[in-house]
């Protein structure tokens, strides 16, 4: 017998029942069987029937519904719907009640910026979506929960969250999320579709007619986020996710990294309350830093200080600082930075967890692709490939254009796997050929600026990076100086102490052009080191002189470089080094200077001109006649000093590429200061004129700030008060750029003089 039951209207399914149970009591009936018949007929028992007529079995298993269905006569339609009924009351008994609800929480603070972009986004009339993205435990639900907060208003229809477990090994399937966004939007569970594409028809008519605010929140990827996006105007869905679902197509996108540093130490003194963090101003900041401002981090510390109220917030400095328990420590509860970032981990295959993991091998702060092949032993361009599916992971940052960063926590974490997974043997190869690559690499790049038959660099495993012109030279040097000088310790551990010498050595007439790099100080220091473990003596005290002159120039450690360069001066009396003899004096007058001992300067300024005479270094006899001519202008000789460097103006001092502008440049600053030292107002306005203008290069910032001041006081002799505030406006920005703080408040404080047109400066 066949029944004509097609459809269980919702407002007959007693309370307690189920569609599937009003529609099978219904064909039962009209087959005229009793419940034992039925049973009989079908093989389930007397109280499974019974159970589930009442709603007690929401949702039975197919081959039950087979069984039913054969035993009273269905046709193929009426077997669609009782097995459509079935599905739906298993997906409604799985369905969460009430609905998933974000979370807020009272001490939520910063992402001002964020929230505006998401209130403009969700208020707006174009942008029906918006993807909020981010590494792990940067606080995108909680995020997500404030902009829900503060926009309940504007969506009259209400607010719907999912949470699809994306970072999980079973995320959410579409047609399931879709049951749960339909349940939660008012659609009966019986009229909700089997079919999945009618489901997403039926879930965007759904929303097509009203404005609510959907969130989807842990979002795996694309194409399990697709069809939970609206296609009308009206309502707005946020998806939050550790990747940017570059695919999805018609969203906006809004990257959440760490928070600020003011943000951060507000943060965890909401949680901890004014009487834990007054006074510890110092140790919160220094909690912040070891947290890397990651929200997460900081709640955990935040959350642990709470819970031990004798602790102070130095105690946990002292515990965090320590880099191999950084992460054991980050732990509050349930809540773990490191099973935070392993859940990302999980996803990754073999080939990008090995990248990642050797990656925090590299020194510096961030890396570029072709240092990270080298790490992996890869193709360059499927090094990048993966570099930015890293990115996209949240396991990385791209701080610039082709640079990768890993955050602090991450290469804990990545340093923790490669202890774990790779051999000693093999990470110190990788180590070793690192090194090896990135100071051969620094080597041929520094060649660029060398004198005509400057060597090779030596051969290596891995070609090394040669640049096509001395600009990308340049950009090469500054973007990875971090990596080659903390490869400097690696090679020197390994003994390659001749080719520590080999790029000290090329890379000696870079360092001018940016003397105030402090890895000159680590360079030239190894390079002394392997100068005196290979017994070359003459070359250690070469070394030992470019040491001197990056403690002078570029950190103004006059002392140290005293201390070096007389050093360096023995050393070169030994071996009857002249060349290097002339050096030392040289650095020794520019100590001096710095001591203010001008007229010791003055006697080793003109030694040293006496000795790079003899030797007919040209370049050398330059350096110390401009220091000769301005240790004799600081010892009142300023007229003397003038005749001296107007002489040396115009003079080559050889080959080396671009050398003969940078003494220029010394020099015409050094007559400006002559002319100051002699009152001569307006011949020095205009001399220090001709110092100003040419001056771009970034090694030239310091010079630069220096003649701005000059000129400043010139001018203001002059009576042009205007131009000199301007100038010394100028040159107190240059010395903020290049760490100069003593000479940038002394600036700060000759703009007050001028009348306050500084206001602000103090600020900076």
């Not at 269905?69 to 193929?76: E, K, R, S, T, V």
């Not at 174009?126 to 926009?151: C, D, H, I, N, Y």
């Not at 980050?330 to 967890?353: K, M």
Request: hydrophobic share 40%; with cysteine; net charge negative.
């Amino acid at each position: 017998m066949t029944s004509h039951v097609s459809e269980v209207p919702q407002s007959e399914v007693p309370q307690g029942g189920t569609a599937f149970g009003v529609m099978l009591r219904s064909l039962r009936r009209a087959a005229r069987l009793t419940l034992e018949e039925l049973s009989e007929a079908s093989g389930v028992s007397v109280r499974a029937l019974g159970d589930l007529e009442r709603g007690r079995s929401r949702g039975p298993q197919r081959r039950t519904v087979e069984a039913l269905a054969g035993a009273l006569h269905l046709d193929a339609e009426q077997r669609e719907r009782l097995q459509r009924l079935a599905d739906t009351g298993r997906e409604r008994a799985a369905a969460p009640a009430p609905p998933y609800l974000l979370r807020t929480v009272p001490d939520f603070t910063g992402r001002r910026q964020e929230l505006a972009d998401l209130e403009a986004l969700a208020t707006g009339t174009r942008t029906r979506a918006a993807v909020l993205f981010g590494p792990g435990g940067q606080g995108k639900t909680t995020l997500a929960a404030e902009a829900v907060r503060r926009l309940s208003g504007s969506f009259p229809d209400g607010s719907v969250c999912v949470q699809l477990h994306g970072m999980s090994e079973a995320p959410l399937p579409p047609a399931e999320a879709l049951v749960l966004l339909l349940t939660a939007l008012g659609q009966p569970p019986d009229r909700i579709p089997v079919d999945p594409v009618a489901r997403e028809a039926l879930y965007r008519t759904t929303l097509a007619g009203r404005r609510a605010l959907i969130v989807l929140d842990d979002a795996a990827d694309e194409a399990l986020t697709r069809p939970l996006l609206p296609d009308a105007e009206g309502s707005f869905v946020l998806v939050t996710s550790r990747r940017p679902l570059a695919g999805l197509e018609g969203v906006r996108r809004i990257r959440l990294g760490g928070l600020s540093g003011g943000e951060s130490a507000r943060l965890l003194e909401r949680i901890l309350g004014a009487p834990r963090t007054d006074g510890q101003s110092e140790a919160i900041t220094r909690l912040t830093e070891l947290c890397g401002h990651l929200p997460l981090a900081l709640r955990i510390v935040g959350n642990r200080l709470s819970s031990r109220p004798s602790w102070t917030p130095a105690r946990l400095v002292e515990q965090l600082a320590d880099e191999e328990r950084r992460l054991s420590g980050l732990v509050a509860g349930d809540l773990a930075v490191r099973s935070a970032l392993a859940l990302s981990w999980s996803q990754l295959t073999d080939e990008h967890r090995r990248l990642l993991r050797r990656l925090a091998l590299a020194p510096g702060h961030d890396t570029g692709p072709e240092l990270a092949s080298v790490l992996t032993a890869e193709d360059p361009s499927a090094t990048e490939d993966s570099l930015d599916l890293l990115v996209d992971r949240g396991l990385l940052e791209e701080t610039a254009p082709g640079r990768y960063a890993l955050h602090d926590l991450v290469r804990l974490f990545a340093r923790e796997q490669l202890d774990a997974e790779e051999p000693e043997s093999v990470v110190r190869e990788v180590r070793l050929r690192m090194a090896d690559w990135l100071l051969r690499s620094a080597s041929a790049a520094g060649r660029r600026f060398e004198a005509p038959g400057a060597p090779q660099p030596w051969p290596g495993e891995v070609p090394a990076f040669t640049p096509r012109s001395a600009q990308a030279a340049e950009e090469w040097l500054t973007a990875e100086r971090a990596n080659w000088a903390g490869a400097l310790p690696v090679l020197f551990a390994a003994d390659r102490h001749a080719e520590i010498l080999h790029v000290s050595r090329t890379l000696y007439w870079f360092s001018d052009r940016w003397g105030r790099w402090p890895e000159w100080r680590s360079l030239f220091s190894y390079g002394a080191r392997s100068a005196a473990a290979l017994g070359d003596r003459a070359a250690e005290a070469h070394q030992l002189n470019c040491l001197a002159w990056a403690h002078s120039v570029g950190a103004s450690q006059y002392e140290r470089a005293e201390q070096l360069a007389r050093q360096a001066l023995d050393l070169a009396s030994e071996t009857g080094d002249l060349d290097q003899q002339a050096w030392a004096w040289s650095y020794i007058s520019g100590a001096c200077m710095g001591l203010s001992r001008p007229a010791e300067a003055a006697k080793a300024a003109a030694r040293a001109t006496r000795l790079f005479e003899e030797t007919g270094d040209s370049a050398g006899k330059a350096v110390s006649q401009r220091v000769l001519g301005k240790a004799l202008r600081e010892s009142g000789r300023a007229a003397e000093a003038l005749t001296l460097h107007r002489a040396l103006l115009g003079t080559s001092v050889g080959d080396v590429p671009g050398l003969d502008a940078y003494v220029e440049a010394l020099l015409r600053y050094e007559i400006a200061s002559d002319l100051l030292a002699l009152e001569r107002w307006p011949e020095a306005v205009a001399a220090y004129r001709t110092v100003t203008t040419p001056l771009s290069h970034g090694g030239l910032d310091r010079l630069q700030a220096q003649s701005l001041t000059g000129l400043a006081t010139a001018l203001r002799h002059c009576g042009d008060l205007k131009e000199a505030r301007e100038h010394l406006s100028r040159a107190h920005a240059l010395f903020l750029s290049v760490g100069d703080v003593l000479s940038a408040q002394r600036t700060a404080a000759e703009i007050e003089e001028l009348g306050g047109a500084g206001r602000g400066v103090g600020a900076e």
